[in-house]
């Protein structure tokens, strides 16, 4: 399975990023490329604990998503709202450009990946999680608004 924790992973990620451009039309949902961005950021902060976490969800709930989110190869269900903490028109960092806004991003994917060796992390929905679910999630959710942009 992929994860940000393989190196050859994480560079197969970086060619999309880097690809974006503003104004890169979306695929699906009402996120801009900029907003998808700060989106990303804001996401790892919140793992950081550096913004709110948002809801925590009832054990099944969180059991069944997390089994589903970072143990099979369904793709992530397009479309669905994300929380408003994590939503730029709502609650997340606003964009304000796109080339600081994705190197700000890597900068938080950096201390993101010491977070896991670590061990002090929680995730807002799936709670607490291995080194290789943390890799997992990550990656995933990546690759997921990356295809949104079709990056």
Do not use: N
Not at 36 to 50: I, R, Y
Not at 114 to 135: D, K, N, Q, R
């Amino acid at each position: 399975m992929r994860s940000l924790l393989r190196a050859e992973d994480r560079r197969d990620l970086e060619a999309p990023l880097d690809a974006l451009r503003p104004g890169t039309h979306r695929r699906w949902g009402r996120m801009s490329v900029e907003g998808m961005v700060c989106h990303l950021t804001d996401s790892f902060l919140a793992v950081l604990g550096e913004r709110p976490a948002g809801r925590v969800p009832k054990l099944h709930e969180r059991t069944l998503m997390r089994w589903i989110a970072l143990s099979t190869p369904v793709p992530w269900p397009k479309g669905v709202p994300t929380i408003d903490a994590r939503d730029q028109e709502r609650g997340g960092t606003p964009p304000e450009s796109l080339e600081p806004d994705k190197a700000r991003l890597r900068q938080v994917i950096d201390r993101f990946l010491v977070g896991i060796e670590a061990g002090t992390m929680a995730h807002p929905l799936f709670g607490e999680m291995s080194a290789a679910e943390w890799g997992r999630w990550a990656y995933r959710h990546m690759d997921h608004h990356f295809r949104q942009f079709s990056a």
